[in-house]
């Protein structure tokens, strides 16, 4: 267990649509970045936050936004889903700004449908 | 920006053999390598990292190489088990800097025969 947690872990919904998928860091950690994970793009850095702010930006939709609140949990927001957005999509934290250990949070499975 | 390769895709091994990913990248700047470990549904798995001050690190059985001239780093997995059986991901990333991302391989499926 990494102390990375994300809820929730199966989320099935409809074209279209919108989901948020939530993800709280270890304790002390400050920053959290977003992974896709899709069988033909692998791991693709979304999004990363450190203490509030974003920090830096890979490839993200921009159906797709996220935010850090003063808890430091994260939520990752994805709307007008397609079908191409199923995927498994993981947070992972680090302690400090410049550390680059992460560890990751279980995944939240999304199946577009 | 940064680009990994990783090869081989797939690697099947006998017990008690070993096993060797390689990876390279594109920057330069790059300066940190880990290596995650990724079971069938579940996280990736930090096993083992390196940085570009060191040549080579052990870890009871699993070890890692970087040459930074020729960009490229290694893992090395001796007496391999059946549980070591799993999808491999080497990534990079420029330490220090605000821009903490890991750049992936693409992932080395790795069957350990009993």
């Known amino acids: 267990d990494s102390g990375v947690t994300q809820t929730p872990k199966h989320l099935i919904t409809a074209t279209g649509q919108r989901v948020t998928l939530r993800c709280s860091p270890r304790?002390?950690?400050?920053?959290v970045y977003w992974y896709q994970q899709s069988l033909d793009q692998g791991l693709q850095f979304l999004i990363q936050?450190?203490?509030?702010?974003?920090?830096a930006k890979g490839n993200i939709l921009e159906r797709f936004s996220a935010q850090q609140f003063p808890d430091l949990h994260s939520e990752l927001n994805l709307s007008s889903l397609e079908l191409g957005d199923s995927a498994l999509y993981f947070c992972?934290?680090?302690?400090?700004?410049?550390?680059?250990?992460?560890?990751f949070g279980p995944g939240t499975r999304l199946t577009v449908l | 920006g940064e680009n990994v390769e990783q090869h081989p895709s797939t690697l099947s091994v006998q017990e008690g053999d070993s096993a060797v990913i390689k990876c390279t990248y594109s920057?330069?700047?790059?300066?940190?390598f880990p290596w995650y470990k990724q079971e069938l549904g579940k996280r990736p798995q930090l096993i083992i990292d390196?940085?570009?001050?060191?040549g080579e690190k052990k870890d009871q059985r699993i070890a890692v190489t970087l040459n930074k001239t020729a960009k490229h780093f290694s893992l090395h997995i001796t007496e391999t088990q059946p549980e070591d059986s799993a999808v491999y991901f080497c990534?990079?990333?420029?330490?220090?800097?605000?821009?903490?991302?890991?750049?992936f391989g693409r992932g080395t499926q790795l069957t350990v025969w009993p």
């Open positions: 304790s002390g950690d400050l920053s």
């Open positions: 936050y450190y203490n509030g702010e974003e920090r």
């Open positions: 920057d330069s700047a790059s300066n940190y």
């Open positions: 992972a934290s680090s302690n400090k700004q410049f550390q680059n250990e992460q560890f």
């Open positions: 390196i940085r570009s001050n060191v």
């Open positions: 990534a990079a990333s420029e330490r220090g800097s605000t821009l903490g991302r890991l750049y």
